[in-house]
């Protein structure tokens, strides 16, 4: 059943609209049936001509810019009559199912598009056409199917016909009936028999059952729901304004080319497009150009109106003379793109729909020599991920499902061409906008193939996106249902700024190049004891530089990750400490508090290994500093397997997002830990099997130590580093310290030039604050080592 009380309040409403705007442009419905019904005689000898006046007068019905049923039909009568003539002659059989008939008639039309389609994509006879052809024949018993209007009905009255995308039988049978139900409540309506009554003219269709008037009701339904939410009238400007220009001149002015212009046409087609109300922003990321084609196209346009009609113009400043002739305007709210919305005049948009615009340019057309088309790519991560694809892989998908059945939107697969760009989002439980792509092959009749460009190292959710008032108009917003949708190119460029602005592209500057011998240079290390490190780490993937403090561990880390690299390139190399307040959240991801409410953030090493991901040809180096001093088991969590190097690229479900994640081979990680620090526990075992450990010792005799102490040629440097040995050898020997407790050589480097200021402020607020903790119970020990560094000065 459905919901009385609101059916009487759409009716209210259609009543008072249905002569001065419902009749005047719907009235070709009667029309069409009345046509169809006086020329209609399936045993003529010459079928495609009687087709072709049959349904001359259905119009937008069963033809428009991108619907073309009526041509396809009658292309296939002309060649094909007895063909043709027997699928009508089934269809208006009633002893039949009619979703049975109907199916058939598809059927019917893909045998035909193959024979005779000339390399047509389809041939546009689906339930919405059928069910025309099916009340034009029978207007007293069908009425015309078309899903959104039908689910719109069902909805705004609350009934219990319920109506799923793809479900084409139970659909078509179940708005027979709403259908029903709702014609007998407009029988009952004596005031809006008589409305029709008198607006019927000799051509028309009397319509006796009001099953047309029906279809009208139903349309005027769906519309209503999708009508623009309604603004407060004290808000449009100007108010005490008018060109004083009437819907019949309207209608004279764009037939004039000198005024109407190609690019004003464009302008009024997409505006009429959008709703009849938008800003240049929106129709610029929809329908392309940029900003001030709208507005100063639409300035121009008043112009010349201006000039031709001698018109009123508003008595304001320069900027808003000349538009109001076009439109009425207001600030944009928030919940608008751009900055000022315009709203055509009524009598102007009155004129815009008496004309045929099919010709006009709906989409600015693409300067560069190849055309690229544009799409948003769902992935359902129950099924598959794009996270599972690695860059520069290709991935096929399938045209049909794995019951054979069409993929829903079918025309977006054949629509694809190779070198279109996608964006690629995961549906529920994700719910992010997570790679970009590009195919590589349109379709072969089974599949269409696409290659993963880059992984996002920061997702975009999808209330970010979808709370874009520019891309209010995105087909996967209007209609979810199906995986592959099309973008317009402002749209997608709109996309890809929101993307860019948490994922940068890495700098393309060239890196300076670096070698094994600038890693020498810099760092005092034997070259066998290099060759030793760098091999560890590209075997292992993971190392722990461990080693007493002043050893260059830090220095050393960042160094070795250039000499791999063979260049200084920053992009590549990422660093963070750790403390025991780090957390997976941090490192990972996990939700932190914004305003209100809690955000999914995305963690550092999460995104390093998006960033590694997308470059798979070059070595990336992670680096943490101080890995000692978190609580490894809470920062790694489930990454333990992961960073194991037989497990890289393995993917593993994360908790957070349900998106999978690896350890991409091309990721190394450098850890370092002060081998002096008493108050660290010692590391987990399970990251300890992970990691290789390297010890760095003082390099005070390398041959770059030793030739950096030449090149400073100064005694007292020398006679201080002397007793820094001497003092690490005694270190070494002491059983409650050990090697691990040395003193560095990075302490004494860095300088052109020496000085006994410098050298005396290392000693005493470093070296020997450390030797007071080494030595805090053995003042005795600690005093002479204080003499023996303070006298190198004396």
């Keep these: 059943m459905i919901n009385i009380s609101r059916l009487n309040e759409v009716l209210a409403e259609y009543k008072q609209d249905f002569i001065d705007k419902q009749w005047k442009n719907e009235k070709y419905k009667w029309e069409a049936v009345k046509c169809f019904q006086d020329n209609w005689d399936i045993n003529t000898a010459n079928f495609s001509e009687m087709l072709a006046h049959s349904i001359a007068k259905t119009e937008n019905l069963l033809a428009s810019m991108n619907y073309l049923p009526a041509a396809m039909i009658k292309s296939f009568a002309s060649q094909a009559p007895e063909e043709v003539r027997a699928m009508f002659r089934h269809l208006y059989d009633e002893r039949r199912d009619v979703y049975e008939r109907i199916d058939a008639f598809k059927t019917e039309s893909a045998v035909l598009l193959e024979k005779f389609g000339k390399g047509a994509k389809q041939h546009y006879q689906k339930e919405n056409a059928i069910s025309t052809y099916l009340w ?97 009238e004290d808000l449009w ?80 400043e320069e900027n808003s003379r000349y538009w109001p002739i076009l439109y ?37 057309k693409v300067a560069d020599s190849v055309v690229h088309g544009y799409w948003w790519l769902n992935a359902n991560p129950k099924i598959w991920s794009f996270s599972d694809i690695a860059i520069g892989d290709v991935q096929s998908y399938t045209l049909y499902n794995d019951n054979g059945n069409k993929r829903r939107i079918f025309q977006n697969f054949l629509d694809v061409k190779a070198g279109d760009y996608l964006i690629g989002y995961e549906s529920n439980p994700v719910k992010k906008v997570v790679a970009l792509g590009k195919f590589v092959a349109e379709q072969d009749g089974e599949k269409v193939c696409f290659e993963k460009v880059e992984g996002l190292a920061s997702p975009i959710d ?15 917003f209007i ?80 160094r070795l990750a ?24 941090d490192f990972m991801m996990g939700y932190k508090p914004v305003n209100d409410g809690f955000e999914l953030k995305y963690g550092i090493f999460y995104r390093f290994c998006q960033k590694a991901a997308n470059q798979p040809e070059k070595d990336f180096f992670f680096i943490i500093d101080e890995i000692n001093r978190g609580n490894l088991s809470r920062i790694f969590g489930e990454l333990l397997m992961l960073l194991e190097r037989d497990y890289r690229g393995t993917k593993a479900t994360l908790a957070y997002n349900g998106l999978t994640f690896s350890v991409p081979q091309n990721v190394f990680i450098i850890g370092m830990m002060n081998t002096a620090d008493r108050s660290l526990a010692m590391m987990d075992y399970a990251l300890r099997r992970r990691f ?46 050990g090697k691990g407790f040395c003193i560095g050589h990075s302490y004494f480097c860095g300088q052109s030039a020496c000085t006994d200021t410098w050298l005396q402020s290392v000693i005493q607020y470093e070296v020997l604050p450390m030797l007071n903790e080494y030595w805090f119970d053995d003042p005795n020990r600690l005093q002479k080592w204080d003499n023996l560094l303070s006298g190198v000065f004396q």
């Design 562 to 585: 250039y000499s791999i690299m063979e260049e200084k390139d920053e992009n590549r190399i990422e660093f963070v400490q750790f403390h025991q307040s780090y957390s997976y959240e």
């Design 136 to 232: 034009l024949r029978y207007p007293d018993t069908y009425y015309i199917y078309k899903y959104g209007e039908v689910s719109a009905v069902a909805n705004e009255l609350e009934s219990s016909y319920t109506f799923k995308s793809g479900a084409y039988a139970s659909n078509i049978r179940n708005s027979l009936l709403l259908y029903n139900e709702l014609c007998e409540e407009l029988q009952k309506d004596q005031e809006l028999k008589q409305l029709l009554a008198s607006q019927v003219t000799p051509s028309c269709y009397s319509d006796p059952e009001l099953r047309t008037l029906t279809i009208d009701v139903g349309f005027y339904i769906s519309r209503k729901i999708k009508e623009p939410k309604q603004v407060n």
């Design 692 to 737: 290789s450990f390297f010890e760095l010792k003082p390099g005070f005799d390398s041959v770059g130590f030793v030739q950096y102490q030449h090149a400073l040629h100064d005694e007292v440097f020398d006679r201080l580093i002397s007793i820094i040995k001497e003092l690490n050898s005694e270190i070494v020997l002491d059983n409650s310290l």
């Design 462 to 476: 999808y209330q970010m996106v979808k709370s874009c008032p520019e891309l209010e108009k995105m087909e996967y």
């Design 328 to 364: 009425i305007g207001r600030e944009a709210d928030k919940s608008d793109a751009g900055s000022y919305i315009w709203k055509l005049r009524d009598e102007l948009s009155q004129a815009l729909d008496t004309i045929d615009l099919s010709q006009v340019q709906l989409y600015a």
């Design 237 to 316: 400007f100007p108010k005490n304004y008018s060109p004083e220009i009437t819907s019949e001149q309207w209608g004279a002015l764009l037939n004039d080319k000198e005024v109407f212009t190609t690019g004003s046409l464009e302008i009024m087609r997409r505006l009429k497009d959008y709703g009849g109300m938008a800003s240049c922003t929106q129709l610029s990321v929809k329908y392309g150009e940029n900003l001030h084609f709208y507005l100063n196209g639409s300035v121009a346009l008043a112009r010349r109106i201006k000039e031709k009609t001698n018109c009123p113009i508003l008595d304001d």
């Design 479 to 558: 209609n979810p249902q199906g995986s592959l949708f099309k973008l317009t190119k402002g749209e997608y460029d709109f996309i890809l700024d929101l993307i860019r602005e948490e994922n940068p592209i890495l700098s393309e500057n060239r890196a300076t190049p670096y070698t094994k011998v600038d890693f020498l240079n810099e760092v005092y290390m034997a070259e066998d004891q290099y060759e030793m490190l760098a091999a560890v780490l590209q075997n292992k993937k993971n190392v722990i530089l461990q080693g007493p403090p002043g050893v260059g561990k830090t220095f050393a880390a960042k």
